[in-house]
């Protein structure tokens, strides 16, 4: 999971990308990319329709929706202000990605009501 959804946002490149993740309780199983419909190195968003499809997808695998993930191509994996004022699904994860620089790195979080958790990530 991990080198695949790095792999897809070195893609878009100097532009933020997106997409949905699908698994089962806390496992992640599946990343589906998706396009940013407003392309910019700050700020990404997704075709309602496409994500749509794709849930569908998800559930027709006996998966469910359990996280986005997004990059930052030149900053650091923390949310930004946009990214905690526009989460709108408290349940599901929300997996930041840094890649334009030095390092790369994937970091994990909730958020919910404004209120942000790191989750750690566990690599099998």
């Known amino acids: 999971m991990y080198s695949r959804i790095?792999?897809?946002?070195?893609?878009?490149?100097?532009?933020?990308?997106?997409?949905?993740?699908?698994?089962?309780?806390?496992?992640?199983?599946?990343?589906?990319?998706?396009?940013?419909?407003?392309?910019?190195?700050?700020?990404?968003?997704?075709?309602?329709?496409?994500?749509?499809?794709?849930?569908?997808?998800?559930?027709?695998?006996n998966e469910s929706f359990v996280g986005i993930y997004h990059s930052h191509p030149f900053g650091r994996p923390v949310p930004s202000k946009d990214d905690v004022s526009f989460s709108l699904y408290p349940d599901v994860y929300y997996f930041i990605a840094s890649v334009g620089g030095r390092d790369e790195e994937l970091r994990c979080y909730k958020i919910n009501n404004g209120k942000v958790k790191h989750i750690n990530i566990v690599i099998q």
Not at 8 to 16: A, C, I, Q, R, S
Not at 44 to 56: L, T
């Open 6 to 61: 790095m792999l897809e946002v070195k893609k878009d490149l100097p532009n933020e990308s997106c997409g949905l993740i699908s698994g089962k309780e806390n496992r992640c199983l599946a990343v589906w990319p998706m396009q940013n419909i407003e392309p910019t190195p700050h700020s990404f968003a997704m075709d309602p329709n496409e994500q749509d499809r794709v849930i569908s997808h998800m559930l027709r695998r």
